[in-house]
């Protein structure tokens, strides 16, 4: 199997999970009470990383290993889409998630949570799109 086709596999796994998390679970957390959502959010955040994880570093590991073999446009434009959506987990989920598992569930933050989230279902399905594209 080719770097390219691990890389499409990797980054479809991300895209399928972005849009769940985007259209079903994140809006789900404004129906939960916050005492259910505390022991849901901290089992979901345990699940899900052993999901998410692999996924990203999939991405990462075939996006750099595809820049390395060769240096054009779609390996460059990858890795810099894929360091802003890492950058924006970091910077942006992670906080938000440690103040749900803090107690802070307010909807304001619940809100939040959706739309600043667009911000990597777009660059995901950007992502995706553009390694689509390239396989073809």
């Given amino acids: 199997m080719s770097i390219g086709l691990f890389r499409l596999v990797f980054d479809s796994g991300l895209l399928l999970l972005i849009w769940m998390v985007q259209l079903i679970i994140y809006p ?3 129906f939960y009470t916050s005492e259910n959502l505390l022991p849901w959010h901290q089992k979901y955040t345990v699940a899900i990383s052993f999901v998410v994880i692999p996924l990203m570093f999939g991405q990462l590991i075939t996006a750099s290993l595809q820049l390395i073999a060769e240096r054009n446009i779609f390996t460059i ?3 810099i889409l894929i360091a802003l959506v890492w950058l ?6 992670v906080p938000m998630h440690g103040a749900i598992a803090s107690g802070n569930t307010s909807q304001e ?3 939040e949570l959706v739309s600043k989230n667009w911000i990597r279902t777009i660059l995901w399905t950007l992502i995706f799109v553009w390694t689509l594209i390239k396989s073809l």
């Avoid at 924006?88 to 989920?93: D, G, L, W």
């Fill in 109 to 111: 933050l619940l809100k």
């Fill in 88 to 93: 924006s987990t970091f910077a942006q989920f």
């Fill in 28 to 30: 789900s957390f404004q």
């Fill in 77 to 79: 434009g990858s890795i």
